[in-house]
C-alpha cells in the first residue's frame, strides 16, 4: 500500500491591484512553525472543506471559468472553490468579495510527491477593485498569514517564494494587460516523480 498523502483540493486568490510603480499584489508570510511551506510568502488560499459544498454560491461565476472548472469529475467541485476562495481570502486578509464573479481561473497546481501536505490548487486572479472593503484594512485577519503586504511583481521575487508561487509570477507578469479569461490555463502538474507545466485548457 502506498504510503503518499492524499491530494486536496484548494483554492489560492491573486488579487491584483493598479499602483504607481505597476501591478502589485497581495502576500503574506506563513508562519515558521506552519506545517506546510513553513515562512514562505504565499498569496491568500486554503483546502477546499466540506462547508464549501454546501454554502450557497454568492453570485455567478464567469462562464468560462464555470466550464473549465465543471470539467472536474467532482459534481459540486466548481462551486466548492469558488466558495473556497472567498472564505480562505475573507479568513487569512479580512477582506472581503461579495461575489465570485470576478474570479478568473488563471493556473492550476499540483504539490510535489514527499510534502507534508499536498494540494491540488486552482489559482484564481481578480481585481482589488472589486473588494467590498478597504483594500489597505487586514484588521478583520486571523493569524495564518503574517506582514500581509500589496507589493510588486518584482518585489515580490525578492521575497522567500515557494517554486510554484514564483511560476505563477511569471504567468501573470506575462497576461498583465490582456483580456481575461485566459486563452489557457497553465497547469503545473507534479503528480509523477517529475513536474511539467501544461496547457490545461
Not at 461579495?98 to 510534502?115: D, K, N, Y
Request: hydrophobic share 45%; with cysteine; net charge negative.
Amino acid at each position: 500500500m502506498s504510503s503518499e498523502l492524499p491530494i486536496r483540493d484548494a483554492a489560492t486568490v491573486i488579487l491584483l491591484r493598479e499602483g504607481a510603480e505597476g501591478p502589485r499584489v497581495l502576500m503574506g508570510q506563513r508562519g515558521r512553525s506552519a506545517v506546510f511551506m513553513p515562512g514562505k510568502f504565499v498569496f491568500p488560499g486554503g483546502a477546499v472543506d466540506a462547508a464549501d459544498f454546501e454554502a450557497p454560491l454568492p453570485g455567478a461565476l464567469d462562464p468560462v471559468t464555470q466550464r473549465r472548472l465543471s470539467a472536474e469529475s467532482t459534481p459540486g467541485l466548481d462551486a466548492a472553490l469558488a466558495n473556497a476562495a472567498l472564505r480562505e481570502l475573507r479568513e487569512e486578509t479580512g477582506l472581503v468579495l461579495p461575489s465570485v464573479a470576478e474570479l478568473q481561473f488563471v493556473f492550476r497546481a499540483i504539490t510535489p510527491p514527499g510534502r507534508p501536505r499536498r494540494f491540488d490548487a486552482r489559482f484564481f486572479l481578480v481585481n482589488a477593485a472589486h473588494l467590498a472593503c478597504d483594500a489597505d484594512d487586514f484588521s478583520a485577519a486571523e493569524d495564518e498569514l503574517s506582514h500581509l503586504q500589496w507589493v510588486t511583481l518584482h518585489g515580490a521575487r525578492g521575497f522567500d517564494l515557494p517554486f510554484v508561487t514564483r511560476v505563477v509570477l511569471a504567468e501573470i507578469e506575462a497576461a498583465f494587460g490582456r483580456a481575461m479569461p485566459p486563452d489557457h490555463v497553465p497547469f503545473y502538474d507534479h503528480r509523477g516523480t517529475i513536474g511539467q507545466i501544461r496547457a490545461l485548457f
